[in-house]
C-alpha cells in the first residue's frame, strides 16, 4: 500500500509553477499539462468561447487605465494570456464602446480572463498536490 507522504513528495517536485504559466497563457493548457484533457478541453472551449463571443459584439480590449474600472478592466483582460496578446498586436477590440452589445462583450471578455486565472490556480494546486 502507498504511502500518502510519497504521493505528495511526487506531486511537489520539479517546477511545480510549470501549470500556473502555461495555464494563463494558453486557456486550459496547465490541465493538459499534468493530464487532467476532460477539465482542459471544458475550461480551453469555455474561455475561447467566451472571449470569442465578446469580440464577436465588438467589445473592448483594454490597453490603459484612465480610472479605477479600466484599471480593474484591464487586470481582467491581462488574465487571457496569449489571446489578450494575439488581439492586442491584430488590433481586435480597440473599438470604442458605441453599443450596448458591445459593453456586453467587454464583460464576456473580462469574465474569460478571470476564469482563465482560476483555471491556471486550480491546474497549480493540482499540481502541487493540494487539491485531487
Given at each position: 500500500?502507498?504511502?500518502?507522504?510519497?504521493?505528495?513528495?511526487?506531486?511537489?517536485?520539479?517546477?511545480?509553477?510549470?501549470?500556473?504559466?502555461?495555464?494563463?497563457?494558453?486557456?486550459?493548457?496547465?490541465?493538459?499539462?499534468?493530464?487532467?484533457?476532460?477539465?482542459?478541453?471544458?475550461?480551453?472551449?469555455?474561455?475561447?468561447?467566451?472571449?470569442?463571443?465578446?469580440?464577436?459584439?465588438?467589445?473592448?480590449?483594454?490597453?490603459?487605465?484612465?480610472?479605477?474600472?479600466?484599471?480593474?478592466?484591464?487586470?481582467?483582460?491581462?488574465?487571457?494570456?496569449?489571446?489578450?496578446?494575439v488581439c492586442r498586436a491584430m488590433g481586435w477590440g480597440a473599438?470604442?464602446?458605441?453599443?450596448?452589445?458591445?459593453?456586453?462583450?467587454?464583460?464576456?471578455?473580462?469574465?474569460?480572463?478571470?476564469?482563465?486565472?482560476?483555471?491556471?490556480?486550480?491546474?497549480?494546486?493540482?499540481?502541487?498536490?493540494?487539491?485531487?
Amino acid at each position: 500500500m502507498a504511502n500518502p507522504q510519497d504521493k505528495k513528495n511526487e506531486a511537489g517536485s520539479g517546477f511545480v509553477y510549470l501549470p500556473l504559466i502555461v495555464g494563463w497563457l494558453v486557456p486550459g493548457g496547465g490541465h493538459f499539462l499534468i493530464g487532467k484533457w476532460g477539465r482542459g478541453a471544458l475550461l480551453a472551449a469555455s474561455i475561447v468561447g467566451m472571449f470569442s463571443m465578446g469580440l464577436a459584439m465588438d467589445g473592448q480590449i483594454h490597453s490603459g487605465a484612465h480610472d479605477i474600472l479600466d484599471l480593474l478592466s484591464m487586470a481582467g483582460d491581462l488574465g487571457n494570456g496569449i489571446l489578450y496578446l494575439v488581439c492586442r498586436a491584430m488590433g481586435w477590440g480597440a473599438n470604442l464602446v458605441q453599443v450596448t452589445t458591445a459593453d456586453w462583450g467587454s464583460r464576456f471578455i473580462v469574465v474569460a480572463g478571470l476564469l482563465n486565472v482560476i483555471a491556471a490556480v486550480d491546474a497549480h494546486n493540482l499540481r502541487t498536490g493540494r487539491k485531487a
